[in-house]
């Protein structure tokens, strides 16, 4: 591929902003007026539907993790946030009206993590979806987020009978001492065990997510963690680049926490020597690339929905963690990291009586869509056709809308200027640069309203 070679603009940080939405929900606000359920999904497309049901609990908070999530669960917690969710999902439900056929494509439980449930709460979990949201869990792609620790046997065995086509495991490294180092204590026996069920259960598709950056970890461990990972052959592998975020607890050891002595150019530089090597290993290995993040086996079954089809509008999320899309509005509940917070915020759901009106979001106007259709697929290294961009849009072109900053691309060497004609796509360095990339696709009020978030 041929790619402009010239850099006449600095180049940003490759590892500002892990960019997976937009807009980013720290420029959420809470909406005073409150809009009922039933007018904002009133004129949308129901008929391919996403469900995403968030379960906030985990059995340990790993040190990089900055998600909606709580350790443990005092008696009778988890029986009380279901109970919640079953009366926001007949909230949901009925909101959705049956003026036109509601039908959902794809589903996912995620965390926190689902299998923290018990197998009888992961049952209700699936009947809430099934019954009370009319998703047919057997008959569309339905992915599960689980960890060693919780892949036990009888949760497992539900999760495949009722139509789990997906399950992505946590492992981040299987070297213990860089499981310590990042806060996420494990014994590889454990996770060779985990995985083991997994794949006697026979999902048809395994996901390992993966780690670099971590204090300590060097090019050669990272290459045994990739080897231990492949030796399973999981259909689908996630890269992450390690990011130490405020109120985490790496976060709260200081900005070195991801080495002693290293400075932030040396990490990022480490970081992207280390995933440079991950992608080649798994390119050479049989994979192919979807994002910056995501490899696919190449002769595996694309049965699970991946980050990209569980963002874009027509998601309906349930559960207090969960955002919803519209065409026009972006909403969720109240957005937390500090475990106080969180266990306020989870406790304020489960006395939920009412869930028929949006109490925190965002507004989606005309350029903001746009702009989000752009970043969201320039993202996947398949990149977007300009014909598609122009029909969603009533016309256009990127390189109209957007000139300046696609401009800048093509000058840093991250465009690909050998793509077929009508196609735009990332160069491979493009992809590398994912995460300093996306956050100069947004918009200069979404900017303004996440400087302004205040971190709670």
């Not at 995985?195 to 461990?221: A, F, H, K, M, W």
Request: negative net charge.
């Amino acid at each position: 591929m041929s790619t402009v070679t010239t850099t006449p603009h600095p180049y940003p940080r490759p590892y500002q902003s892990y960019v997976y939405a937009y807009p980013h929900k720290t420029s959420y606000r809470p909406l005073p007026e409150r809009p009922a359920l039933a007018g904002l999904w009133a004129d949308q497309p129901k008929d391919a539907l996403s469900l995403y049901a968030h379960i906030p609990f985990c059995e340990v908070r790993c040190g990089f993790c900055n998600l909606f999530t709580r350790i443990g669960a005092p008696d009778g917690l988890t029986t009380r946030y279901l109970d919640a969710l079953d009366r926001q999902a007949a909230a949901v439900r009925e909101a959705l009206g049956d003026a036109a056929p509601v039908r959902f494509a794809t589903a996912a439980f995620g965390g926190g993590t689902p299998t923290f449930l018990t197998a009888d709460e992961l049952t209700r979990l699936c009947d809430i979806a099934e019954l009370r949201m009319g998703a047919d869990l057997r008959a569309v792609p339905l992915s599960v987020e689980t960890s060693p620790a919780t892949a036990t046997a009888d949760r497992l065995a539900v999760l495949a009978e009722r139509g789990a086509t997906r399950l992505s495991i946590g492992v981040q490294s299987f070297v213990e001492a860089e499981a310590r180092a990042a806060v996420r204590p494990q014994r590889r026996a454990d996770v060779e065990a985990a995985l083991g069920r997994i794949r006697d259960v026979g999902v048809p598709v395994l996901n390992i997510d993966l780690i670099y950056g971590i204090d300590g970890q060097t090019e050669e461990s990272w290459r045994r963690s990739l080897d231990a990972a492949l030796a399973w052959a999981p259909e689908e592998l996630y890269l992450y680049p390690l990011y130490v975020r405020p109120l985490t607890g790496l976060g709260r050891k200081g900005d070195g926490a991801h080495a002693a002595a290293e400075s932030d150019a040396d990490w990022d530089a480490r970081r992207l020597r280390l995933y440079r090597a991950g992608r080649d290993r798994l390119l050479a290995g049989g994979y192919t690339q979807v994002s910056m993040r995501m490899f696919r086996r190449t002769d595996a079954p694309a049965l699970g929905a991946d980050d990209y089809a569980c963002q874009t509008d027509g998601m309906i999320g349930l559960g207090c963690g969960a955002r919803s899309y519209t065409s026009r509005l972006h909403y969720s509940f109240d957005y937390a990291v500090d475990m106080r917070e969180i266990r306020s915020i989870v406790d304020a759901y489960t006395e939920t009586a009412d869930f028929s009106r949006a109490e925190v979001g965002r507004a989606v106007d005309a350029a903001e869509a746009r702009r989000r259709h752009l970043l969201q697929s320039l993202l996947q290294a398949e990149g977007m056709a300009l014909a598609d961009y122009a029909e969603r849009f009533g016309g256009g072109s990127p390189f109209t809308d957007f000139a300046e900053e696609l401009a800048r691309f093509e000058a840093r060497g991250w465009l690909d200027t050998g793509a077929p004609a009508g196609l735009l796509r990332l160069s491979p360095e493009g992809l590398a640069y994912s995460d300093g990339l996306g956050p100069e696709l947004f918009s200069a009020p979404v900017r303004a309203a996440m400087a302004a978030y205040e971190t709670k």
